[in-house]
């Protein structure tokens, strides 16, 4: 199993563009979800689904969107970049929930210029 | 929602054990505590999981005190590798039929030679 998998590693954007994260992963999981970290911050949860077809916004949803037409992927996207937007992005997966770990990506650095 | 409570940073002498401790006085009875940690530039890494009793797995102990409002990490034999961010987390009580889990700023934890 390749496990999650996030693509592109680097990214530069111009303000006001946009763009879309993706993220897959290959373990069945049904939980996934998106996070963000600043630097020298820690993790803030974007957005998560529970199953495909299902998305619920988390602590930091604006100027996000996703959506989970399949199990395997669940991609971001930025809409009308900003610099506020620039971080380090992890998608991450779990089997059956918070109450089960958490697997992450690898994650997408992300620059607006 | 249960927060936690972390000391920003620890030193630790390579080959001893290393012990990271957590507050989170306002845990409720269903809560589990997680503990993740994350070197530098890579994607979170699950350590291990506890609800009332003490677990320990290959890479970890998890301690967690009888009234459940702290806990303790312990990395039997720090190695340089182990030189990582650390999170204690406890998941957040549901708003809905979903889960949530939400990222502390952690324990900046070096293991020096």
């Known amino acids: 199993n390749a496990g999650v998998t996030q693509t592109p590693k680097f990214r530069i954007l111009k303000i006001g563009q946009s763009m879309t994260l993706q993220c897959a992963q290959d373990m069945n999981h049904n939980y996934m979800y998106w996070y963000r970290q600043d630097p020298g911050m820690g993790l803030k949860l974007i957005y998560y689904?529970?199953?495909?077809?299902?998305?619920d916004k988390g602590e930091v949803p604006n100027g996000y969107n996703v959506s989970r037409s399949t199990t395997e992927d669940f991609p971001l996207r930025l809409e009308l970049a900003a610099p506020s937007q620039t971080s380090v992005y992890f998608c991450a997966s779990s089997p059956r929930g918070v109450s089960y770990e958490q697997y992450f990506g690898p994650g997408t650095r992300l620059t607006v210029t | 929602d249960a927060k936690t409570t972390q000391p920003p940073s620890m030193d630790c002498a390579e080959g001893r054990a290393a012990n990271l401790p957590c507050n989170h006085s306002?845990?409720?009875?269903?809560?589990?505590v997680y503990w993740y940690r994350q070197i530098h530039s890579q994607g979170p890494q699950y350590i291990i999981h506890g609800l009332k009793n003490n677990e320990t797995n290959e890479m970890a102990s998890l301690i967690i005190t009888e009234d459940r409002k702290s806990s303790t990490l312990i990395l039997p034999h720090a190695t340089l590798r182990d030189t990582a961010v650390y999170y204690c987390?406890?998941?957040?009580?549901?708003?809905?039929?979903?889960?949530?889990?939400?990222f502390g700023p952690g324990t900046s934890l070096s293991v020096i030679p």
């Open positions: 987390i406890v998941r957040v009580p549901l708003k809905t039929s979903y889960d949530k889990v939400i």
């Open positions: 689904s529970v199953g495909a077809g299902i998305t």
């Open positions: 306002t845990i409720s009875g269903n809560e589990y």
